[in-house]
């Protein structure tokens, strides 16, 4: 019915989840700062009993939800932005749940990211471009 639909689905999932992120969450993160940093590798790593590298845990998670998800959105290195973005929400989701809060926005990020490494970057992405010239050139 819809021609492409499967490339332009994976662009909607990539696009849409991944502005969200960096706009209400990730560009918040970056422009905090270390001390920002601190707190939030702090807020993870202590719930699994980890009492070290928490700027650089805080750094990644804001790194993920600030830089990464803006690879999503381009799908360039989609996989390896998924997962390290995968891995913040998880986190993100087990906090939220030993505070008592709803980890729920969390979870799903999780899971849309989850579809995203599995199904890759779809067409419509930088990834897909850069290898249709590697191709034409060999």
């Known amino acids: 019915m819809f021609p492409n639909s499967y490339d332009w689905a994976m662009l909607t999932l990539r696009v849409i989840p991944s502005f969200y992120l960096f706009y209400y969450h990730g560009i918040?993160?970056?422009a905090r700062g270390s001390s920002s940093w601190e707190w939030l590798g702090e807020a993870a790593l202590s719930l699994i009993?980890?009492?070290?590298?928490?700027?650089i845990f805080g750094f990644f998670a804001a790194l993920s939800e600030g830089v990464f998800s803006w690879l999503v959105i381009l799908g360039l290195f989609?996989?390896?932005a998924s997962?390290?973005?995968?891995?913040?929400?998880?986190?993100?989701?087990?906090?939220h749940l030993a505070q008592g809060d709803s980890p729920e926005s969390a979870f799903i990020y999780f899971t849309i990211y989850l579809v995203v490494f599995i199904l890759?970057?779809?067409?419509?992405?930088?990834?897909y471009l850069l290898s249709k010239k590697l191709r034409s050139e060999n």
């Open 83 to 95: 997962i390290f973005i995968m891995v913040t929400m998880f986190f993100a989701g087990f906090y």
């Open 49 to 55: 009993g980890i009492e070290f590298g928490y700027i």
């Open 120 to 127: 890759g970057s779809g067409k419509y992405s930088l990834e």
């Open 78 to 80: 989609t996989r390896i």
């Open 28 to 30: 918040g993160k970056l």
